[in-house]
């Protein structure tokens, strides 16, 4: 069976990932094949709207297989990465720009490059099993895929919450923080609205150590968790997610911030810490990467404006 299965019914053109066995994890020549037919059915006047679907129980889509592409890179270097992202990020700007209403199915697991392909649809449900993240800070990269278009713009300083930590949420909080428009089904009550006092309190400006600081020091012991999670991330990866996210919430639409993705992201994979990352996480499995540098102290601001001097 094909990686992605399209059929037609009653108007409605149907795309279902189809590599239940990895959650319906994302390669280049799936997110290829996904342009092309959404660009046939974009001109088909028969084809009235799209749905996007993930086969198995487990989830819509895990995002990016970010095994492979850490393989690819490693061997081929920079063309892979500039090759993936180019297709990946065409892809969903235009979903995002499409003309047609397309309902995007987010069950289960749905990350990553997953958002990428649902979060910019005209509808989005969620339901009671949904898990929603950007967890790239986990990786060594930074939240793409065009979704801080998103994360920017969810009540006070959410999405910036979401963005440093990766960490995932469920279905309530996904309509509230912007990702999804509506559930189906009953489905628990979210987390996020209650810990909005400390969480917009301790994120405000563009330090990214100073909002680790006042998380360790708050009076929450949540928050206080919050900073040590934080640390935990690649510290590089941390500080670039925080300037991504504020030029996200200036910048017009979806497209423009996959824009700035793209000159984001092929310099983010060539550094050691996409390799270690992925490694510590789904390669060893050991949870225990070696970022370079290994702490926020040490990350050096320059650097990180650099990154963004040709954005």
Known sequence: MS????EVSEGVGRVTLNRPRAINALTTAMLADIGDQLSRWRDDPSIE?????GAGERG???GADVRALRADVLARGEISAEVFFSVEYAVDALIATYPKRVRADLFGIAMGGGLGLSAHCTERVVRADSRLAMPETIIGIFPDVGVLFELSRAPGELGTHLALTGGSIGAADAVLVGLADRSEGEVPAGELADRRGWIDECYAGDDPLAIVHRLAAHDEAEARATAALIRQRCPFS?????????????LPDVVSVLAQDLGLAVPMVLRADFAEGVRAQLV????NPSWRPGRLEDVNPAEVAALFAGV
């Open 3 to 6: 990686d992605v299965i399209f």
């Open 49 to 53: 709207s799209v749905h996007l679907r």
């Open 60 to 62: 819509l889509c895990s």
């Open 238 to 250: 941390v500080a670039v997610s925080l300037a991504a996210i504020r030029r996200a919430a200036l």
């Open 284 to 287: 060893d499995k050991d949870r």
